[in-house]
Structure formats: structure tokens, C-alpha cells
């Protein structure tokens, strides 16, 4: 009777089912791995899209106050042509009434 047989074969099936269970635990590793980078990319995507909603709006507030400027600028410059004729007219008149007064 070989008492080898029973043993080497239970050897065997150990050796098996431990390389199973190393390749089930490498291919769990990748899948979490490759989870990981995909969830990375997707937090990357994200990240630069928030990034390019904040340029794209700070570029627009930029302009907007820039238009902001232009128009302030432009109705100070009115409204400073508009004082600058309203004292010289009264100044004329107040002129004139004195020195047809006096």
C-alpha cells in the first residue's frame, strides 16, 4: 500500500487552490486598481472642468467690468462737459447782468 498517494494528491489540490486564490487576489487587486486611476481620471475631469467654468467666468466678469469702466468713464467725461458749459453760462449771465446793473 502506497501511503504517498493520499498525501501528494492533497499536495496537489493545496497547490491548486492556493493558485487559485492568488490569481482571484491579483485580479482583485487590479480591478481595485483600475477603479482607482478611472475614479482619478474622473476626479481629474471634473477638477479641470470646474477649472475652466472659473477662467470662463473670470474672464467674463473681466470684461464686464471693463465695459463697466468705459461707460462710467464715458458718462463722467458728459457730465463733466455738461458742468463746465452750465458755470460758463451762468458765469456770462451773472457778467452781463452786472455790467448792465452797474
Known amino acids: ?10 499536495e496537489v ?9 492568488a490569481a482571484a487576489a491579483v485580479e482583485l487587486v487590479v480591478l481595485v486598481v483600475v477603479t482607482v486611476v478611472a475614479a482619478a481620471a474622473v476626479v481629474v475631469k471634473v477638477v479641470v472642468g470646474v477649472m475652466v467654468v472659473v477662467i470662463v467666468v473670470v474672464v467674463v466678469a473681466a470684461a464686464a467690468a471693463a465695459v463697466v469702466v468705459k461707460v462710467v468713464a464715458e458718462v463722467m467725461v458728459v457730465v463733466i462737459v455738461v458742468v463746465v458749459v452750465v458755470v460758463v453760462v451762468v458765469v456770462v449771465v451773472v457778467v452781463e447782468w452786472l455790467w448792465w446793473r452797474y
Not at 1 to 10: D, I, K, V
Not at 13 to 21: F, G, I, L, W
Open 1 to 10: 500500500m502506497n501511503h504517498m498517494a493520499f498525501p501528494m494528491g492533497q
Open 13 to 21: 489540490v493545496v497547490v491548486v487552490v492556493a493558485a487559485a486564490v
